[in-house]
């Protein structure tokens, strides 16, 4: 990695940065990601300086004390990156972990409302109905528009919000639908009433620009393993500082009495190099050069808006709504199924090597596209001409 970031050539050119097979198209990095060979290397290198010497390793590096380790070194890192102290981060494996330790540490009771959206993903749907269902607490579900607009979205929110809301759960960018929520609109109505506000950022850091401390919400939980590189069971809970003084970590283990965020530090013995090598992760996104990167990737996403207007696909959302990951309605008779959905992931990898997210979300068929640097147009191409070839349009 010599080459400075505005020499770098997108698209095919970058692919043997990664481990993707070559024969395949891949068009899905927003559900797993795809981490780069250079910082699988750095988690390599840590590993065996792990297994060299364990005991060293483990109580120099990782186990919680006074002041930086290389742990918290690693989140330091991560913090300039999102615009906040580290000691607001808690590293955690994913954020449907970190979802579950907020429910976890919320007062709930009954008459008490927990507000999601038909958007949710659907692990984090499960989580909310289990709590409410411990509690006596319930959920309370908005359900937005689709094709949808940013007025429309706000709009559901402000007529669905109660003084029964204790936590509302917000996505930064939903999963099924790619929709980039307005956070900044959303955000002060979800407040009128005093709930505390949980972003569900999955899909958001080192995909659109990030400043934590700004949003001003309670709990921002995102995946490091997506769009910002990190090896897969990367995440980190972050928490305001009125929050974190509730927030406790799913497991209790030796160092719970130190709180937020480093009773999170030390569930027990695992495998720490993923977080250690965020530090490498992050070089490398600086590496490719941020700016230039989302511009190619938003360039990729109107090509692919262009390329699958031409089978009558239309975006769930309007322009201002959409990011380098996008969900595109299908035409077809009937309602959608799972089993249809399916059935089109397994055709498109099957006959053409090509990986696409699909989903039925109400009635709709939806093709979820994901722009990553190491995309090409011609992959883009691709998809559409086997959606053609296949007669999936009013399949």
Same mark, same amino acid.
């Given at each position: 990695?010599?080459?400075?970031?505005?020499?770098?050539? /997108?698209?095919?050119?970058?692919?043997?940065?990664?481990?993707?097979?070559?024969? =395949?198209?891949?068009?899905?990095? +927003?559900?797993?990601? %795809?981490?780069?060979?250079?910082?699988?290397?750095?988690?390599?290198?840590? !590993?065996?300086?792990?297994?060299?010497?364990?005991?060293?390793?483990?109580?120099?590096?990782?186990?919680?004390?006074?002041?930086?380790?290389?742990? !918290?070194?690693?989140? @330091?890192? #991560?913090?300039?990156?999102? +615009?906040?102290?580290?000691?607001?981060?808690?590293?955690?494996?994913?954020?449907?972990?970190?979802?579950?330790?907020?429910?976890?540490?919320?007062?709930?009771?009954?008459?008490?409302?927990?507000?999601?959206?038909?958007?949710?993903?659907?692990?984090?749907? #499960?989580?909310?109905? =289990?709590?409410?269902?411990?509690?006596?607490?319930?959920?309370?579900?908005? &359900?937005?528009?689709?094709?949808?607009?940013?007025?429309?979205?706000?709009?559901?929110?402000?007529?669905?919000?109660?003084? @029964?809301?204790?936590?509302?759960?917000?996505?930064?960018?939903?999963?099924?639908?790619?929709?980039?929520?307005?956070?900044?609109?959303?955000?002060?109505?979800?407040?009128?009433?005093?709930?505390?506000?949980?972003?569900?950022?999955?899909?958001?850091?080192?995909?659109?620009?990030? &400043?934590?401390?700004?949003? %001003?919400?309670?709990?921002?939980?995102?995946?490091?393993?997506?769009?910002?590189?990190?090896?897969?069971?990367?995440?980190?809970?972050?928490?305001?500082?009125?929050?974190?003084?509730?927030?406790?970590?799913?497991?209790?283990?030796?160092?719970?009495?130190?709180?937020?965020?480093?009773? /999170?530090?030390?569930?027990?013995? !695992?495998?720490?190099?993923?977080?250690?090598?965020?530090?490498?992760?992050?070089?490398?996104?600086?590496?490719? +050069?941020?700016?230039?990167?989302?511009?190619?990737?938003?360039?990729?996403?109107?090509?692919?808006?262009?390329?699958?207007?031409?089978?009558?696909?239309?975006?769930?959302?309007?322009? &201002?709504?959409?990011?380098?990951?996008?969900?595109?309605?299908?035409?077809?008779? +009937?309602? =959608?199924?799972?089993?249809?959905?399916?059935?089109?992931?397994?055709?498109?990898?099957?006959?053409?090597?090509?990986?696409?997210?699909?989903?039925?979300?109400?009635?709709?068929?939806?093709?979820?596209?994901?722009?990553?640097?190491?995309?090409?147009?011609?992959?883009?191409?691709?998809?559409?001409?086997? #959606?053609?070839?296949?007669?999936?349009?009013?399949?």
């Amino acid at each position: 990695m010599q080459a400075c970031a505005g020499s770098i050539e /997108f698209g095919h050119g970058l692919r043997p940065h990664w481990h993707l097979a070559p024969d =395949a198209r891949f068009l899905n990095h +927003g559900s797993f990601g %795809a981490c780069p060979k250079a910082v699988l290397a750095e988690q390599d290198r840590l !590993r065996l300086e792990m297994e060299a010497q364990p005991d060293a390793f483990m109580r120099e590096r990782i186990i919680p004390r006074e002041g930086r380790n290389a742990l !918290r070194e690693a989140i @330091a890192a #991560l913090a300039v990156s999102i +615009g906040t102290h580290p000691d607001r981060i808690a590293l955690i494996e994913n954020a449907t972990a970190g979802i579950q330790a907020v429910l976890r540490s919320m007062p709930l009771e009954a008459g008490d409302e927990v507000l999601i959206t038909d958007h949710t993903y659907n692990a984090v749907r #499960l989580i909310v109905e =289990a709590r409410c269902a411990e509690t006596g607490a319930r959920p309370r579900r908005v &359900d937005l528009p689709m094709p949808a607009t940013a007025d429309e979205i706000v709009e559901r929110f402000r007529e669905a919000l109660t003084p @029964a809301v204790r936590l509302a759960i917000i996505d930064h960018i939903t999963s099924p639908t790619a929709l980039l929520l307005p956070l900044e609109r959303i955000v002060p109505e979800l407040r009128r009433w005093g709930a505390r506000v949980l972003v569900d950022g999955a899909h958001a850091v080192g995909h659109v620009a990030l &400043d934590a401390a700004a949003l %001003a919400v309670d709990w921002y939980v995102s995946n490091a393993h997506k769009w910002l590189f990190a090896p897969k069971g990367t995440a980190f809970l972050h928490a305001s500082a009125d929050a974190a003084a509730i927030t406790r970590p799913l497991v209790t283990s030796h160092f719970v009495g130190m709180g937020f965020p480093r009773a /999170f530090d030390w569930p027990g013995t !695992r495998d720490y190099t993923a977080w250690l090598a965020l530090p490498a992760a992050l070089r490398f996104a600086e590496w490719l +050069g941020r700016e230039r990167a989302s511009a190619y990737r938003a360039a990729l996403i109107e090509h692919a808006t262009q390329s699958l207007a031409g089978f009558g696909a239309a975006p769930v959302g309007s322009d &201002d709504l959409g990011c380098a990951m996008r969900s595109y309605i299908l035409p077809r008779q +009937g309602t =959608a199924t799972a089993e249809q959905a399916e059935l089109l992931m397994s055709t498109l990898w099957q006959r053409h090597r090509i990986q696409a997210m699909a989903v039925a979300f109400g009635a709709a068929l939806l093709l979820r596209v994901s722009a990553q640097v190491y995309v090409d147009p011609d992959d883009i191409d691709a998809l559409a001409s086997a #959606l053609g070839r296949d007669g999936w349009p009013g399949r």
